[in-house]
Structure formats: structure tokens, C-alpha cells
């Protein structure tokens, strides 16, 4: 499971090497964002504010091993870097883009142990969202928008910036309360390969969408199919 990503700066792909930061609640989100299929006089004109795509992202989905059954809205702001008459890029490392604001509605994960214990039975956990939640998760990503073939390319990785609390059973122990972060990938393919899958756009003011991501070899098996709509304008 993604829990983090430490990208180099490119305009052709960010890739990516997943760091566990929490074993049991890394959910990995993907989701493709349409970018503009024009770009406005106005930006090419004052390169020094090139705006940024703002909107809300609505995603859910599965997870495997432990199993994670998620749903969240994500509203985000993706700062314009460079652009011209061929080409639109967002590109920000963590820190250089606002917060995204993360509405938790949903984050069920359960998981059995392979092996048996002495007793022969197996020991088995579920836990689940105290409340739904919304939460500051920090981004780190990249936009890629070719204007000459009207498709786009993203790859957006959200951290928690604090901890989630979670109401927890063990078949064995019984109930217990744990607090922990979670992590967010958001892509048109999987970390480092979002290029596999650009997305087409029709118009640069508004960018809106469904599309649902189907699990791939370079995920090797870790969601199922992740369903998105996303509704993103640029904004100066």
C-alpha cells in the first residue's frame, strides 16, 4: 500500500517508491483529473500568475490485504507551474501546494492471519471510522496537459496531517480504539506510471468527469476497480 512518495521534479512523469506508514489504514486512492483543452489569453500573458485547477474530487473504492473499503471527497488546489501554447503543467513537491481538505465518509478495513494460532483458530481484526471526518492532507503531484493531443496525465499523493480515529474489535481481545494516519494516491494509473491511462479534456474553465480506474499488473493486485467524478475549474 502507498503510504508515501519521494518524487523528482519532471514534466513527463513522477515517479514513485511507496513507504509503509501505516500498516493497517493505507488505502490507495486513484483517481484521473481532466485537464483544459485551451489555454486562457489571460495566463499566457501574465506568466507570473498562472492560476491553479481547484474542485472536488468524489472517490471510492476497494482495497486488499488488509482489505479496505473506502469513500471520500477531496477538494484540492493545483497550482499552475508552467504553461504555453503546447503544454499546462502543475508540478509541487510537498509544501508548495495548499492543503487538500479530505471528507472521510467511509474507511472500513478488516484482516485475517494466514497461520493459526496454537489453539488452531485464526485471530481476525476489523475497524472502522469513529465518525465521518474531514481532514488537511498535505499534496505532492504532478499535472501533465498536452495541448496538441487534448489528454492529461496526474499523479497527487495526500498525507494526513493528523491522525484518524478509528473504533477497532479483535477476535480475540475484544474492542479498542487506535488513532492513525492515512494516505491518499490519486493518479491516471499507478504511482510513477500515470502516463499509462491520459484522459481527454474538452475545455481548460472546467474540468469535469467519471472515470473509474481498473486494477493493473504495476498495481500487482492491491485495490479493485476505483470508481471517480471530479468536477475541477481554473481559477487565477
Given at each position: ?11 513527463a512523469a513522477r ?104 489453539d488452531g483458530k ?103 476497480p476505483i470508481v ?9
Open positions: 500500500m502507498l503510504t508515501e512518495i519521494a518524487p523528482s521534479r519532471s514534466k515517479s514513485s517508491n511507496g513507504m509503509r506508514l501505516a500498516p493497517c489504514f493505507n488505502a490507495v486512492i486513484i483517481v484521473a483529473v481532466a485537464a483544459g483543452a485551451a489555454v486562457p489569453a489571460a495566463v499566457l500573458a501574465q506568466p507570473a500568475k498562472l492560476g491553479a485547477y481547484t474542485g472536488t474530487i468524489n472517490v471510492s473504492g476497494t482495497e486488499v490485504s488488509p482489505q479496505v473499503v473506502f469513500r471520500a471527497t477531496v477538494k484540492v488546489s493545483l497550482p499552475v507551474t508552467e504553461r504555453d501554447s503546447r503544454s499546462v503543467s502543475s508540478d509541487f513537491l510537498s509544501g508548495e501546494a495548499p492543503n487538500a481538505s479530505v471528507l472521510l465518509s467511509q474507511w472500513d478495513v478488516s484482516f485475517k492471519e494466514k497461520s493459526a494460532e496454537s485464526f485471530s481476525s481484526w476489523t475497524c472502522a471510522l469513529a465518525a465521518p471526518v474531514e481532514i488537511a492532507m498535505k499534496p505532492t503531484g504532478i499535472l501533465n496537459v498536452d495541448l496538441d493531443k487534448k489528454k492529461h496525465e496526474l499523479s497527487l499523493t495526500l498525507l494526513s496531517t493528523q491522525d484518524v480515529a478509528f473504533n477497532c474489535v479483535h477476535s480475540r481481545s475484544g474492542a479498542y480504539k487506535k488513532k492513525q494516519g492515512v494516505a491518499l494516491y490519486v493518479g491516471t494509473g499507478a504511482p510513477g506510471m500515470q502516463g499509462l491511462a491520459p484522459q481527454s479534456f474538452a475545455d481548460a474553465g472546467r474540468l469535469s468527469a467519471k472515470y473509474t480506474l481498473m486494477p493493473t499488473a504495476e498495481t500487482r493486485g492491491q485495490y479493485g471517480q467524478e471530479w468536477d475541477l475549474r481554473w481559477v487565477r
